[in-house]
């Protein structure tokens, strides 16, 4: 008599993604690719003061960048991070330069100021059900209305050399890496670690994959919603004391210009889906090095300036394009 089958108990614990998914291994590739060229055709881009400057200039759009994914995983998106980025470093510069703050001093109250305006647009966005992108256009002419009435139409002047601990300089780095682009580094893995293994971070993509059912489930939608806003502001917040370390003692009105564009640029080109539900920071941060690589090639090549835009351009719409079918193949296959 043969002895009775068994069946093995199905193993406990929840199944989690791959720590490193398809498009970020791409990206890494498309990245390691571009580097070689550069290397290549301007051997200058290699050497250390250029790395160095690339990881300084990653440093801020890299910081935003966490909380945009935050935002844009949960199926949302705020346009209104170069204004944030623009207060705080105006009010930041003022309270140096001409308050006589030190930088230390200043750079919680640049934090406080874009997490309070981070919640504003919060508020709006998950307690007045108006769409992010509407909410957030307006919410950018609001902040850079304040933010010109705080330059009061003149650049700052006699910011201090103090500030160069978060620069581009010698003083701003460790073993030669920004001391930025560590900052940065703790935060995409602190950020990476929430998202995938705390509930409160996979409620994020719960929200972005089906906000009703998320509901349905227990998840408080709006608080949450709310919750990434307000994230956001304070990155940005701390993003601004990266810009107004960048070596001058002037800060003019342009500070920030185009940063919205580069933030979410590198969240979408990192395989952040715009219809929410999927993404990660290390992706967004790989779209962000991939943004400053064009750039600082495009810069070191000698070609026109405008060709940087239209190769990130480029980037996004195969981005989103991949995803739209990733999209369609899934519902499908549903």
Same mark, same amino acid.
């Not at 945009?68 to 623009?86: E, K, P, Q, R």
């Given at each position: 008599?043969?002895?009775?089958?068994?069946?093995?108990?199905?193993?406990?614990?929840?199944?989690?993604?791959?720590?490193?998914?398809?498009?970020?291994?791409?990206?890494?590739?498309?990245?390691?690719?571009?580097?070689?060229?550069?290397?290549?055709?301007?051997?200058?881009?290699?050497?250390?003061?250029?790395?160095?400057?690339?990881?300084?200039?990653?440093?801020?759009?890299?910081?935003?960048?966490?909380?945009? !994914? &935050?935002?844009?995983?949960?199926?949302?998106?705020? =346009?209104?991070?170069? @204004?944030?980025? &623009?207060?705080?470093?105006?009010?930041?510069?003022? +309270? =140096?330069?001409?308050?006589?703050?030190?930088?230390?001093?200043?750079?919680?109250?640049? =934090?406080?100021?874009?997490?309070?305006?981070?919640?504003?647009?919060?508020?709006?966005?998950?307690?007045?059900?108006?769409? @992010? &992108?509407?909410?957030?256009?307006?919410?950018?002419?609001?902040?850079?209305? =304040?933010?010109?009435?705080?330059?009061?139409?003149? !650049?700052?002047?006699?910011?201090?050399?103090?500030?160069?601990?978060?620069?581009?300089?010698?003083?701003?780095? !460790?073993?030669?890496?920004?001391?930025?682009? &560590?900052?940065?580094? *703790?935060?995409?893995?602190?950020?990476?670690?929430?998202?995938?293994?705390?509930?409160?971070?996979?409620?994020?993509?719960?929200?972005?994959?089906?906000?009703?059912?998320?509901?349905?489930?227990?998840?408080? *939608?709006?608080?949450?919603?709310?919750?990434?806003?307000?994230?956001?502001?304070?990155?940005?917040?701390?993003?601004?004391?990266?810009?107004?370390?960048?070596?001058?003692?002037?800060?003019?009105?342009?500070?920030?210009?185009?940063?919205? +564009?580069?933030?979410?640029?590198?969240?979408?080109?990192?395989?952040?889906?715009?219809?929410?539900?999927?993404?990660?920071?290390?992706?967004? *941060?790989?779209?962000?090095?991939?943004?400053?690589?064009?750039?600082?090639?495009?810069?070191?090549?000698?070609?026109?300036?405008?060709?940087?835009? +239209?190769?990130?351009?480029?980037?996004?719409?195969?981005?989103?394009?991949?995803?739209?079918?990733?999209?369609?193949?899934?519902?499908?296959?549903?």
């Amino acid at each position: 008599m043969s002895a009775p089958a068994t069946t093995e108990a199905p193993k406990s614990g929840r199944v989690l993604p791959p720590p490193v998914m398809g498009q970020e291994v791409v990206l890494i590739a498309v990245i390691a690719a571009l580097w070689i060229l550069l290397a290549i055709f301007t051997p200058a881009f290699l050497s250390a003061g250029s790395i160095q400057q690339l990881l300084w200039r990653l440093a801020p759009i890299g910081i935003m960048a966490v909380g945009m !994914t &935050m935002i844009i995983v949960t199926a949302g998106i705020d =346009i209104s991070v170069a @204004a944030i980025l &623009m207060v705080c470093s105006v009010v930041m510069a003022k +309270l =140096i330069a001409e308050g006589g703050w030190g930088f230390w001093t200043a750079v919680p109250v640049a =934090i406080l100021i874009g997490g309070l305006l981070g919640s504003f647009n919060g508020v709006l966005t998950a307690y007045g059900r108006v769409p @992010a &992108m509407i909410i957030t256009f307006g919410t950018a002419n609001i902040f850079q209305y =304040i933010g010109l009435k705080v330059f009061n139409s003149q !650049t700052v002047n006699g910011l201090p050399a103090s500030r160069d601990v978060l620069g581009p300089g010698a003083g701003g780095r !460790t073993f030669g890496i920004p001391h930025a682009f &560590m900052i940065m580094l *703790v935060l995409v893995v602190l950020a990476g670690f929430y998202l995938r293994h705390f509930p409160g971070g996979r409620h994020f993509y719960a929200i972005g994959g089906n906000s009703g059912a998320a509901a349905l489930a227990g998840v408080n *939608v709006r608080r949450r919603i709310f919750i990434t806003y307000v994230i956001t502001g304070l990155l940005v917040g701390l993003a601004a004391s990266v810009t107004i370390a960048g070596g001058t003692s002037t800060l003019d009105q342009n500070v920030g210009k185009g940063q919205e +564009l580069a933030t979410i640029a590198a969240v979408v080109i990192g395989g952040t889906s715009v219809l929410g539900g999927r993404g990660s920071v290390l992706g967004a *941060v790989l779209g962000a090095l991939l943004v400053q690589t064009v750039s600082t090639g495009v810069t070191q090549l000698g070609w026109p300036s405008q060709l940087s835009n +239209l190769f990130v351009g480029i980037f996004i719409i195969i981005a989103v394009g991949a995803d739209l079918i990733r999209e369609h193949r899934r519902r499908s296959h549903a």
